[in-house]
């Protein structure tokens, strides 16, 4: 394969049962590929954060990513309000969340961080009122 594969899925804010779709289908693709296990827990990990991120706290968003053979670019776009502080955002433990979302088990704090923790490379652009976009790099391991 020296294509680049590209997947986009519209991510729902309204459904937290559909959270989850966008990394399932991809970790679904990447194990058809043959894409190491590890690779494929890293991507599923990361891109599952971004996913709930954006129905936690943007009201949904954009997920797209792009296989090429030797790793995955994710890009998650939203237009929800913003992150005013990156540096506090990526603090683990950190969260915005109202008492409701983390009665449903969500809300942790931890959403960023492992975005990073389990990616290659991360870059956060966020303007309040505006939205937010997470570029994510995971390498594939042999």
Not at 64 to 88: K, M, T
Not at 109 to 116: E, I, Q, S, T
Not at 122 to 141: A, C, H
Request: with cysteine.
């Amino acid at each position: 394969m020296n294509e680049c594969i590209r997947l986009e899925y519209d991510v729902d804010g309204e459904n937290f049962a559909s959270a989850g779709h966008a990394s399932e289908s991809v970790k679904r693709t990447l194990k058809q590929m043959g894409v190491s296990s590890l690779s494929v827990r890293r991507v599923a990990i990361a891109m599952y954060e971004g996913e709930i991120n954006m129905v936690i706290h943007a009201h949904g968003g954009r997920a797209v990513a792009e296989i090429y053979p030797d790793h995955i670019d994710i890009r998650l776009e939203d237009h929800g309000p913003g992150i005013a502080d990156i540096s506090l955002a990526m603090q683990a433990g950190y969260s915005t969340a109202t008492e409701n979302i983390r009665s449903l088990g969500f809300g942790a704090g931890m959403g960023l961080p492992n975005m990073k923790k389990y990616s290659d490379d991360m870059q956060i652009e966020s303007t309040v009122g505006e939205g937010t976009t997470v570029k994510l790099r995971v390498d594939f391991e042999e």
